[in-house]
């Protein structure tokens, strides 16, 4: 049974950092690429972050580079988000996502109908 479970999440003041982990379990995560989204409540779902099976390549929103780092560890089944110099803008449910069933393909666009396993999310909150 494929598993993602996010962690990390929590209240944090504007300049302030958080880590995120995910904990994937079920699938050959080393296989996958993975990604990090996040949606408001009544917005649609927004790409943040995702990284290559291996971890070399990584991609970012325009919203949070320079802020955010991707990063995995394949040997602990383990995908990362540090998050830092947030902002009150940054304030969303945030997701794991895996996408490797047929092939990583355009994973770095971050489309949310591209990825293939989703977790339950962790809640980010940044007051200003």
């Known amino acids: 049974q494929v598993q993602l479970v996010e962690s990390g999440g929590g209240s944090v003041q504007a300049g302030g950092s958080l880590r995120l982990s995910c904990a994937a379990s079920?699938?050959?995560?080393?296989?996958?690429?993975m990604g990090w989204f996040r949606q408001a409540p009544g917005k649609e779902r927004e790409g943040v972050a995702a990284?290559?099976?291996?971890?070399?390549?990584?991609y970012y929103a325009d919203s949070v580079k320079a802020r955010f780092t991707i990063s995995r560890d394949n040997a602990k089944n383990t995908l990362y988000l540090e998050m830092n110099s947030l902002r009150a803008d940054d304030t969303d449910m945030y997701y794991c996502?895996?996408?490797?069933?047929?092939?990583?393909?355009?994973?770095?666009?971050?489309?949310?109908?591209?990825?293939?396993?989703w977790g339950q999310g962790t809640q980010v909150t940044v007051s200003s």
């Open positions: 990284i290559s099976t291996g971890g070399g390549n990584t």
């Open positions: 996502a895996a996408k490797g069933r047929t092939g990583c393909g355009a994973y770095y666009r971050l489309r949310s109908h591209d990825y293939d396993y």
């Open positions: 079920g699938y050959a995560f080393s296989t996958y690429c």
